[in-house]
């Protein structure tokens, strides 16, 4: 079996177009505290389906995990839950937590801010579409 190589030109071309720009997206809100496992609200009819199997489940047969973690942190937020629930709800799920230490190498304060960094953009983002929404309604 011929193995084929790929042509290096559309690799770099590839990685050009998809590279990370060393930007992260960080909130600008303070990161709230942390809830005991004991004290977060059941999401389990606030949340759908899909978004409940990963954070139960693991981010699996998908392409790209931090994607579905920021979708699934959006799902919370329109839940109605507080920025301190859904970053303790992220934060409870192995599978998110998973998800923030593997992309922090395993640090747990800063797979924390990964979570926070990454849900308040969300939190930005649908309370913003709401307010835009609401003005355009006027």
Do not use: C
């Not at 050009?16 to 389990?44: F, Q, R, W, Y």
């Not at 839950?81 to 998973?98: C, F």
Request: hydrophobic fraction near 30%.
């Amino acid at each position: 079996m011929k193995i084929a190589t790929p042509d290096p030109a559309l690799l770099l071309g590839y990685h050009a177009k998809h590279k990370s720009d060393g930007k992260h997206v960080k909130s600008d809100h303070p990161m709230p505290e942390i809830l005991p496992k004991e004290d977060l609200p059941n999401t389990s009819d606030r949340v759908g389906p899909k978004h409940l199997n990963y954070l139960e489940n693991g981010f699996t047969n998908t392409l790209d995990r931090s994607h579905d973690l920021q979708v699934t942190t959006k799902n919370l937020y329109s839940a109605g839950l507080s920025d301190s629930e859904v970053l303790s709800v992220l934060w409870h799920s192995p599978a998110s937590r998973q998800v923030a230490l593997e992309h922090r190498h395993g640090s747990d304060s800063k797979a924390q801010r990964y979570l926070w960094d990454r849900g308040g953009s969300v939190f930005l983002d649908t309370n913003l579409s709401k307010i835009s929404g609401s003005l355009l309604s006027v």
